[in-house]
C-alpha cells in the first residue's frame, strides 16, 4: 500500500519541478537583494528583476539536464535550490554541481564566465556600433511586438483595424521572414544594433544575465529612437520579451498593454509580478486568479479575440460526433513516450468509434511528424486541421469533445460548448477540473479510464454531456459583442492620450 502511494507521488515529476522552480526562483531573488543590495536587478533606472526570473524559469525549464537529475532523485522530497552569486564554476547557467540528500543544487554564476563573457559582449557592442543606424517610424503610434507567428492571429485583427497607426515589431528574423510572405508591414529589432552606455551598465547585471541584458539593450535603444510617445502591445505576457517591453515602456512613461492568449492550469513564474499598464483577460474568474499574483497589476475583462463571437459557434454541439484531439508540444511534463502514448489514445479512439469522426490539432510551435501523420492517416475517419490552415472557431463548430492533456484549448471548448477533457495521465496532479464550477471539466486519470468512456460512448453518445456541466455565457463575456471591437476601444482611448 505505501509503494502505491510513493510511486503515484512520484508519476507527478514535471508538475512538481515546475512548482518548486517556480518557488525556488521567489527565494532566490529576495537572496539576490539581500546579498548584492536592491540595486543588483537594476540598468540605469530601470528594473530588471521580473524579466530576469523569466529568464532563469526558462532556462532551467528547458534544460533538460536539470529536470533529469532531478528525476533520478528517489527522495520523495525534492526540492530546489538556485545559488546566488560568485561561485567558481566555468559554465554560466549550465552546470549541475551535485545534489545531496533532498536537494537539487542548481549553481548559476560564475566568477571565470563573468570576465570572459564580459569581454566578448564588449567586443561585439563595439562591432555594432561601426553600423548603426537609428529607424523610426514617425506615423506610428502603435507597435505590436511580436515573438511568436502563434501570436498573429490574435493581433492581426486589431492590426487591420488601426493599420496606418500601427506596425509589427518582431524579435527575431525568422519571425519577420514570416510575416514578411503574408504581407504584412514588420520591423525586426534584432536589426537594431547596440551600443556601450557606461552611464547606464550595470556590470554586475551585464556578465550574470548577460542574455538579459542584451536583449533590453536592444528594447531600450529601440525605444529611445522613436523620440515619441507610442503604445506597445504583445501577447501572453508570460516571456522574458514581455517583460522587457514592459519595463522599458514604463521608465519611458509609455503605455503598455497585453493580452491574454491562453492559460496555464498552474501560475508560474511567467504569470507573476506583470507589469503593464493593462492586461486584457477571457473573463473575471481569469482576472480574479491572476490577481492573486500580481497586486500592482491593472487587469480588464473583454473576452477572448480569437474567437468570432457572432457566428453561431455556441449552438448546442451534442448531436454530433466528433472528438478534437489538441496535440502538445513535449517538454518537462509531457516527454517523448507521453507523446507517443497521447498518440495511441487517438489511434484507439479511431478504432474503438470508427463511425465518429477525430480531428487532429497539432501544436503551433510543434508540427506533427510525417511519421504520427502516416499512423494516423490509415484511419478514415481521422482529419487534420492544423492551426496555420485552420481557426480555432473552425475546429470548435465541428466537434462535440475536446480531449488535451492540459492545453489551454480545454477552457476555449468550454466557451464553445464542447465537452472538455483533461486526459491527466502522469502529466498533472491537481489539473483545476473544477475551474468553472463543480464538473466543469472531465479529467481522465488514465488509459483504462478513456477505454472505459469510449464503451459507454458506444452505446450512449451523450454518456459525456451528462457528466459535465456547460454552461453558456458564464465564462468568458460579451457574447452579443465582438471582444476585437471591445479591445479596439481600449487601443483608442490609450491612443488618444498619446503625445
Given at each position: 500500500m505505501t509503494k502505491k502511494k510513493t510511486e503515484k507521488k512520484d508519476s507527478y515529476l514535471g508538475?512538481?519541478?515546475l512548482k518548486d522552480l517556480t518557488e525556488s526562483i521567489s527565494k532566490f531573488s529576495v537572496e539576490a537583494k539581500r546579498n548584492n543590495g536592491s540595486n543588483y536587478f537594476f540598468s540605469g533606472s530601470i528594473n530588471l528583476q521580473y524579466a530576469i526570473e523569466r529568464y532563469l524559469f526558462n532556462k532551467l525549464c528547458n534544460d533538460n539536464?536539470?529536470?533529469?537529475?532531478?528525476?533520478?532523485?528517489k527522495s520523495s522530497k525534492r526540492s530546489i535550490h538556485i545559488f546566488c552569486f560568485y561561485t567558481y564554476e566555468k559554465i554560466v547557467y549550465q552546470n549541475l554541481i551535485t545534489h545531496n540528500k533532498n536537494k537539487l543544487y542548481?549553481?548559476?554564476?560564475?566568477?571565470?564566465?563573468?570576465?570572459?563573457n564580459g569581454f566578448r559582449i564588449i567586443f561585439s557592442v563595439l562591432r555594432e556600433l561601426s553600423i548603426f543606424r537609428k529607424k523610426q517610424f514617425s506615423k506610428k503610434k502603435i507597435f505590436f511586438f511580436i515573438e511568436s507567428v502563434k501570436f498573429l492571429e490574435?493581433?492581426?485583427?486589431?492590426?487591420?483595424?488601426?493599420?496606418s497607426d500601427s506596425i509589427f515589431i518582431s524579435s527575431n528574423k525568422a519571425v519577420s521572414a514570416s510575416l514578411n510572405t503574408k504581407h504584412i508591414s514588420n520591423y525586426c529589432i534584432n536589426n537594431f544594433p547596440l551600443r556601450l552606455d557606461i552611464a547606464c551598465l550595470n556590470t554586475k547585471l551585464l556578465f550574470d544575465f548577460k542574455d538579459v541584458y542584451l536583449v533590453?539593450?536592444?528594447y531600450r535603444l529601440f525605444f529611445e529612437s522613436q523620440k515619441k510617445i507610442f503604445l506597445s502591445i504583445?501577447?501572453?505576457?508570460?516571456?522574458?520579451?514581455?517583460?522587457l517591453v514592459s519595463a522599458c515602456a514604463a521608465s519611458l512613461n509609455m503605455p503598455s498593454l497585453c493580452i491574454q492568449n491562453g492559460w496555464a492550469y498552474y501560475p508560474h513564474t511567467g504569470f507573476r509580478n506583470l507589469q503593464f499598464t493593462l492586461f486584457l483577460t477571457w473573463g473575471e474568474l481569469f482576472s480574479k486568479y491572476l490577481e492573486l499574483y500580481n497586486k500592482a497589476q491593472k487587469f480588464s475583462t473583454i473576452g477572448n479575440l480569437t474567437i468570432d463571437f457572432n457566428s453561431n459557434s455556441f449552438r448546442n454541439n451534442q448531436k454530433k460526433r466528433t472528438f478534437v484531439f489538441f496535440l502538445q508540444a513535449p517538454c518537462i511534463f509531457i516527454s517523448d513516450q507521453n507523446y507517443k502514448h497521447f498518440i495511441s489514445l487517438i489511434i484507439l479512439t479511431a478504432r474503438t468509434l470508427p463511425e465518429w469522426k477525430l480531428i487532429v490539432r497539432e501544436h503551433p510551435s510543434y508540427p506533427l511528424s510525417d511519421i504520427y501523420k502516416a499512423e494516423l492517416s490509415i484511419f478514415p475517419n481521422i482529419e487534420f486541421m492544423a492551426p496555420k490552415n485552420f481557426r480555432l472557431n473552425e475546429v470548435m463548430q465541428k466537434a462535440s469533445i475536446a480531449v488535451a492533456y492540459y492545453s489551454s484549448a480545454l477552457f476555449e471548448a468550454y466557451c464553445f460548448n464542447v465537452i472538455p477533457v483533461a486526459y491527466t495521465s502522469d502529466i498533472v496532479e491537481n489539473f483545476p477540473a473544477d475551474f468553472f464550477g463543480e464538473k466543469s471539466i472531465i479529467e481522465v486519470a488514465d488509459f483504462d479510464s478513456w477505454k472505459n468512456i469510449l464503451m459507454k460512448l458506444k452505446n450512449d453518445i451523450n454518456f459525456l454531456a451528462k457528466q459535465v456541466k456547460v454552461k453558456k455565457n458564464t465564462v468568458f463575456p460579451g457574447l452579443k459583442s465582438y471582444p476585437l471591437d471591445k479591445a479596439n476601444l481600449i487601443i483608442n482611448k490609450l491612443k488618444l492620450n498619446l503625445k
Open positions: 508538475d512538481k519541478f539536464k536539470t529536470f533529469s537529475i532531478f528525476v533520478k532523485s542548481i549553481w548559476n554564476f560564475s566568477l571565470i564566465g563573468r570576465v570572459a490574435l493581433l492581426n485583427g486589431l492590426h487591420l483595424r488601426n493599420k533590453f539593450e536592444k504583445c501577447a501572453e505576457g508570460n516571456s522574458v520579451e514581455n517583460s
